[in-house]
């Protein structure tokens, strides 16, 4: 499904931080980790993920780091830092309360916070 390109800009910084929040990850990992757990609702290809990351970097939400694997291929990998911890918190409650007013416009039922 493809969503208009201003409803993912929203999204999007938010998943990827909920992504590295359970653990570090390089770019094409995130990538397909952030498929799956969408189940394939949604899809970041490189233009849009990489200069994302390079953003949230910019902020302090995320921090990277090369390495090399078993092969000396080299991996950038990125993580959450502690003020992207705190970031995702807040955003993570405005999509709730965005979700329930959304919700209530449609005549939805309205989820309850956890």
Not at 61 to 67: C, F, H, M, P, R
Not at 80 to 92: F, M, P, S, V, Y
């Amino acid at each position: 499904m493809k969503f208009e390109s201003e409803l993912l800009k929203g999204v999007a910084p938010v998943v990827v931080l909920e992504i590295l929040s359970q653990g570090r990850m390089y770019g094409y990992e995130l990538s397909d980790a952030i498929e799956k757990r969408s189940g394939n609702v949604l899809s970041l290809g490189r233009g849009t993920l990489y200069p994302l990351l390079y953003n949230l970097e910019a902020k302090g939400l995320i921090s990277a780091a090369w390495e090399s694997n078993e092969s000396g291929r080299q991996r950038r990998y990125y993580s959450i830092t502690g003020i992207g911890k705190d970031e995702l918190a807040r955003q993570k409650q405005q999509w709730l309360d965005l979700q329930r007013g959304v919700a209530t416009v449609f005549g939805f039922a309205v989820p309850q916070p956890a």
